[in-house]
């Protein structure tokens, strides 16, 4: 017998460039490889994406485009050696129930990855289940990583050739674009979309919120481990562009040309390089351009000035633990010596005082997670909290697995509760000694909450918003809990930080 719901939602939608076919897949209807921009390839590398190229007729919409050019061995991504990558990778993927309203919230994800890795299918970031969990439109998009995307070369244009700034950042603002003008004929409303993302992801979604292009894009934001304060001048960006390219072979002139593999191998040595000589720095990421991105996004964010939509945002207890496994971004005491010369050498003392002076295993692990992680999402969360509804969480549970590695709570381990992914291997790693009957009853309350927001533009009304009098943070654990202005002591001694040097 025919699902009667099934029939009333096409699998051929009409969008501005041409029809695209989709296909049924366990009770989603489901379009893949969509084109959102036109291939960034050849004269178009490193500029900024241009409308999608028209095509005839249907195109078929049933299998995943390619991810961007990335390092082929991730297990965060699934990326291997066959894993298809390809500059021509500005793609999405649209999911909803084949049921429901007919005009559903819209839910767009911004994958992390550091801006070097990950993609809209790569495995930790797929999110079609959210779209079976409750009844919105979810997409997912692919935008350019690594030198491609997050590297200021426009010193290395031309007039006839430029190069742009923060190319990948406008990425993600042509696929809004394209929600805008495309997602009412998949079932979504296109005043009704929260932009969520996780780690770079969710660095995007702040930064998103402090630059007025984004104006009108989005009703609300989600950001999840947003690594803010991460984020470089022109000067700085410019500089480690020229370290680049004074080791390809053939420096400026073969930017264009040189093979993206070779490329992303350069930019993983340079990016080991700096972070060896500035602890916490990441060479890829959004530049402060004074164009796009006219100022520091956390500086913006602090001072109340950023889009006036309300805001879900939050970290995880132990973000560190994955990060001082990683070699490039290890925190060791040396390093934190050479972080704090090139920024406020004044801090040193009194920020090492709450981290037992830097020394030991554990309190490096608590310093890099407050350093990259908490203390700017709490600094954002209280700037914002003055011209929107804002609510801070932290997500603290850790199954036994996780613990007895050494991870807890670890960076990443709630996508697969707000994603509403129940079985996947992740979710079965992480639950091999036990903890799974926990673990999906918190997948149904966190999955709950982002789609209240998404439906709502508020949290649930067990989530009180956050404001600077009583800094209330919902605490997603075996057993839920609100803490008042957490850390307090804490939080004052990162006041004399500031991230720019």
Do not use: C
Request: no cysteine; charged share 20%; proline share 8%.
């Amino acid at each position: 017998m025919r699902d009667a719901d099934a029939d009333a939602v096409p699998t051929v939608v009409a969008t501005t460039a041409g029809r695209v076919r989709g296909g049924r897949e366990a009770g989603l209807t489901v379009w893949r490889g969509v084109p959102y921009a036109a291939p960034p390839v050849g004269r178009l590398r490193f500029r900024a994406p241009r409308p999608p190229v028209p095509w005839p007729g249907v195109r078929d919409a049933t299998t995943d485009g390619p991810l961007p050019p990335q390092p082929r061995s991730s297990t965060l991504t699934g990326a291997g050696l066959r894993t298809p990558m390809a500059e021509d990778s500005l793609t999405l993927t649209v999911a909803r129930r084949t049921g429901g309203a007919p005009r559903k919230p819209v839910m767009v994800f911004v994958y992390g990855g550091a801006f070097g890795i990950g993609g809209a299918t790569a495995g930790a970031y797929r999110g079609e289940t959210l779209a079976a969990a409750g009844d919105v439109v979810f997409v997912g998009f692919n935008y350019r990583v690594g030198a491609l995307g997050w590297l200021d070369l426009s010193a290395y244009g031309t007039p006839d050739e430029p190069i742009e700034t923060n190319v990948g950042l406008r990425d993600q603002l042509a696929a809004l674009e394209w929600v805008r003008d495309n997602i009412a004929a998949f079932g979504g409303d296109p005043d009704d979309v929260t932009l969520f993302g996780e780690s770079a992801g969710g660095t995007s979604v702040l930064t998103l919120l402090a630059v007025p292009a984004a104006r009108g894009l989005f009703a609300r934001a989600i950001a999840e481990s947003p690594a803010i304060g991460s984020i470089h001048g022109s000067e700085r960006s410019a500089g480690w562009a020229a370290e680049l390219v004074e080791a390809l072979p053939g420096g400026a002139a073969a930017l264009r040309t040189i093979d993206p593999d070779d490329l992303v191998a350069a930019t993983n040595r340079l990016d080991l390089a700096v972070s060896d000589r500035l602890p916490a720095a990441r060479v890829l990421g959004p530049v402060v351009d004074g164009d796009l991105v006219p100022d520091y996004p956390l500086d913006v964010l602090r001072r109340g000035e950023g889009l006036p939509v309300p805001l879900v945002v939050g970290t995880n207890a132990d973000e560190g633990t994955l990060f001082q496994r990683m070699r490039g971004l290890r925190a060791t005491p040396g390093r934190m010596d050479r972080l704090f010369d090139a920024t406020v050498p004044d801090a040193k003392a009194g920020l090492l005082a709450e981290y037992g002076g830097g020394r030991g295993a554990r309190a490096l692990e608590r310093f890099v997670t407050d350093l990259m992680f908490w203390n700017p999402a709490v600094e954002a969360a209280a700037g914002h909290a003055a011209v929107a509804p804002t609510w801070m969480y932290r997500f603290d549970f850790a199954p036994p697995a996780m613990r007895a590695v050494g991870l807890g709570a670890a960076h990443g381990s709630e996508l697969d509760h707000v994603l509403a992914r129940r079985g996947g291997p992740t979710r079965r790693l992480a639950t091999l000694l036990g903890g799974d009957r926990a673990a999906r009853a918190l997948t149904g309350r966190m999955s709950g909450a982002w789609l209240d927001f998404a439906r709502t533009g508020a949290a649930p009304a067990w989530w009180p918003r956050f404001d600077e009098a009583t800094r209330a943070t919902w605490v997603f654990d075996r057993h839920d809990r609100l803490e008042q202005d957490p850390r307090e002591r804490v939080r004052a001694a990162w006041r004399a930080w500031h991230p720019y040097g």
